[in-house]
């Protein structure tokens, strides 16, 4: 007996460590800015000697790792070496980490580190406002549900929404229209569920965090290739799927489940593919848990995405790539609502929407391996059919529709030409517009049916430079645009310059400074709007917009650094509402259609202030980032001369979130956001007692009051287990901690009487605030490897 228990305690033993100490590879490509791969580059864990050199085709495999959380380093001789912090590797599911090394020609013969062995790098192109998230440090982020735009919402200088509860990218006092949105060099207009057509935020964003090597924010500073930007340029840098292995990954929270599996194609009985595709779907239960706790609003959406690259060759690499949604919000009755749930229930528009993008891009090497062209064609819509009734529980008296289809069809160019330590980049893009809409309102008493079809392009060059032992960099570029449609618009009067400096003036020391001129063609709401049949904003001029940044960066080692940026936008032909002479950028960040209206563009605006940032990547299981703006935002309406503060003018903004890696694969960090009191629109109580349930806002008096400051701070643990080819990750986290109230303008009813009688003749009646609450929720993240 007693050897059949020590024979069975073994055997558990033997179980156990099979099920638990498992082992984990990294895999992953080293290869330089033009793409040819870097024949034995070196890869290895920072702190450790694990580590391998890459093959012929510039790929490598670390076999044999321990499960848990590391800084990836990729070194070459003459090249700049780079690291990749805070790589989660799990004994299934590692995604491959991929490296693009820049070559330094005052070191050809050795292992080159940048300035002050700083690896918080900026390119030469920007180099300031700019910042990058991974995707490990996105998925992980607390409050951010897996959100990849929610998570930007915590980058510095970006204010939060209204409420705090939506994705709008307001960025250094610009609105919610001013950014544009790039994934893998494919510009979708549309990154959110239940969108807000002419501005794009919206209270879900559909982009699958799964998908995601990195994002990039850029604020201040936008390469010559981009178009429209006035305030920033979101870049989603997508993961390719795995040529040699399947992997599968299942997110479970409290509002939606997403599944993504990738792998190779036609792989046969090869070793590794030369297809490999990744693809994703997601589903939102949000419907169900509103009806669970007695909200009335029922948020019902899809979304899918998917990406597939094949290698032709050394010299050619095509993708083929997707992402699109499935929107449809609506309300139910309850016999029991309370106040506030009944004006949501009575006011909130019924919104059902479509959205897909889809592009081909080649990227073509030459073969004297000093250039490389990347073409792009793509295609994108938006569908979007928002309704307002003045009996929401019947659908029944509807007064607003806005029945609006988008359709963009686009070619990009560009070439890209190395020499001497020169980059040459310049291209084209080439874009056709079709965009039909039926608005119907009846408050307004006016019908209008509009169809527009044009074509709109635009060139760029750029080029960057580093001199003086690479202590000075210098990028400076160009790019102009027009249209078919709009009066007076041509390349001629578009051009924009633009120009990035930077100077190490130690090993520690850097100062930074770009200026440039941008300009942003008005959204197809103002173009396509329509009065007696006449298109009455045709003469619309492009918004320009003049950012100047000047920033000092102290490196204080080789993860952690402090910047101090100044930074002033001065804004003009800015569209002015004629209907409520205000400026356009005092609206678009709520359930809404932006611009569907008649407008001047006369209108100036400037934002200007400070912003101060600290940042450490991971070091000593720590990491975190903390960021102070300080600043002024101020448009003007028909009086060119008269600034008002905007409705983002909050003054303060801080943010900081941070983590802490502790012992057996446990996880703790938090993220507190802080924006100071900020002007909003009150609304005219005489007029929206008779518009009810149409609240009708009383532009002319921006500024009389302030919101209160908005103030949130979430948690979050994660704890992970390694089993054989399946890894898996459970997060608890608590959103708004503290139980701060979200500042938001009053919620009104019609008034009643004792009776619940409508009072006659109709007045309303405002709600009292309510107080803030903890949000709790679990979720869990399992990844399967066959």
Known sequence: MNLFRISFSLLLISLCNTIFSQTAKLEGYVKDNKGLPLIGSTVYLEGTTIGASANVDGYYVIENIEPGTYNLVATFIGYESQTQYNIPVKSAGNQPYNFVLEENATGLDEVVVTAGESQISRSKENPVSVQTLSANEIATYPGGNNDVVRVAQSLPGVSPSVGGFRNDLIIRGGAPNESVYYLDGMEIPNINHFSTQGAGGGPVGLLNVSFIENVTLSASSFGAQYENPLSGVLQFEQREGNFRDYNANLRVSASETALTVNGPLFKNEKEESKTSFILSGRRSYLQFLFDLIGLPIRPDYYDYQYKITHKIDKYNTLNLLGVGSIDDFTVEPSDDFEPSAQSTFE????????????????????????????????????????????????????????????????????????????????????????????????????????????????????????????????????????DSFTEDNNLGQ??????????????????????????????????????????????????????????????????????????????????????????????????????????????????????????????????GIFSYTYFYSEFTGFDADEYLPSVWDSRHLVSFTGGYKLPKEWELSARWR????????????????????????????????????????????????????????????????????????????????????????????????EDGSIIPTIGLVVDFGW
């Open 674 to 769: 802080f924006a100071g009191e900020t002007p909003f629109v009150p609304v005219d109580t005489e007029i929206s007692a008779i518009t009810y349930p149409e609240l009708v806002l009383d532009y002319q008096r921006l500024g009389e009051e302030n919101l209160g400051a908005f103030s949130q701070l979430d948690v979050r643990i994660d704890k992970k287990w390694n089993f054989k080819n399946l890894s898996l990750n459970v997060f608890f986290e608590i959103q708004n901690l503290l139980a701060q109230q979200a500042p938001e303008p009053p919620s009104y009813v019609l008034a009643t009487d004792m009776d619940g009688n409508i009072v006659q003749p109709q007045q309303l009646e405002e709600l009292p605030t």
């Open 347 to 482: 006011q909130v528009p019924f919104i059902v929407q479509q959205s897909n993008a889809i592009g081909l891009s080649w990227r073509h090497l030459l073969k004297n391996e000093r250039a490389f062209m990347t073409t792009t064609i793509s295609n994108n819509f938006l569908d979007n059919q928002f309704s307002r009734y003045s009996d929401n529980e019947n659908q029944e008296g509807r007064y607003f529709l806005n029945d609006a289809r988008e359709m963009e069809t686009k070619l990009r160019y560009a070439f890209n030409y190395f020499s001497n330590g020169w980059k040459w980049t310049t291209g084209f893009n080439l874009q056709r517009s079709d965009y039909e809409n039926l608005t119907e309102d009846l408050n307004r008493e006016f019908r209008y049916k509009t169809e527009i079809d044009f074509i709109k392009y635009g060139v760029f060059t750029n080029v960057t430079k580093s001199f003086f032992s690479n202590r000075f960099d210098v990028s400076a570029g160009v790019r102009a645009d027009g």
């Open 494 to 623: 578009t051009i924009s310059p633009r120009v990035g400096l930077s100077y190490s003036l130690t090993e520690k020391w850097k100062l930074n400074a770009t200026i440039g001129r941008y300009f942003k063609i008005a959204p197809y709401t103002i173009l396509g709007y329509q009065e007696n049949g006449k298109f009455v904003n045709q003469n619309a001029d492009y918004t320009e917009s003049d950012h100047y940044v000047f920033g000092i960066e102290r490196i204080l080692g080789p993860a952690s650094n402090i910047t101090l940026e100044g930074f002033y936008k001065e804004y003009s032909d800015y569209p002015v509402s004629v209907r409520d002479s205000v400026s356009l950028a005092n609206k678009g960040a709520g359930f809404e259609v932006l611009g569907n209206e008649a407008v001047k563009t006369v209108g100036r605006g400037r934002s200007y202030g400070v912003e101060l940032l600290f940042q450490q990547k991971l070091t000593k299981n720590f990491y």
